[in-house]
């Protein structure tokens, strides 16, 4: 059974850092596609960043050259670096997961496992 624990949420200031954590069990490192994806109230929920087994990674252009994904196999735990946060990265983030051997997909709907949440509120 997939499990995803999220973890490292808060509030901060415009300009300040969070990471992210999302704990899972139950997948395969050689068969996953992870991601992170958010949902700020009144708007859809988009991806943010994605990495595949392999440690292919995509991101949203409005996170690039600020967020970082990375994958630690060791600790089955995959992270969010955000730095320079903006008051628009305000949403609830969210950590999915499918089985998959490559070309992981942006769009939330491929993924079947997802955490609880956690909220990231960035003031101005």
């Known amino acids: 059974q997939v499990q995803l624990v999220e973890s490292g949420g808060g509030s901060v200031q415009a300009g300040g850092s969070l990471r992210l954590s999302c704990a899972y069990s139950?997948?395969?490192?050689?068969?996953?596609?992870m991601g992170w994806f958010r949902q700020a109230p009144g708007s859809e929920r988009e991806a943010v960043a994605i990495?595949?087994?392999?440690?292919?990674?995509r991101y949203a252009d409005s996170v690039k050259g600020r967020f970082t994904i990375s994958s630690d196999n060791a600790k089955n735990t995959v992270f969010l670096q955000m730095n320079s946060l903006k008051p628009e990265d305000t949403a609830m983030y969210s950590c999915?997961?499918?089985?998959?051997?490559?070309?992981?997909?942006?769009?939330?709907?491929?993924?079947?496992?997802w955490g609880q949440g956690t909220q990231v509120t960035v003031s101005s």
């Open positions: 999915a997961a499918y089985e998959r051997y490559k070309f992981c997909s942006f769009l939330a709907p491929s993924y079947n496992y």
């Open positions: 139950g997948m395969s490192d050689s068969r996953r596609c």
């Open positions: 990495i595949s087994s392999s440690g292919s990674t």
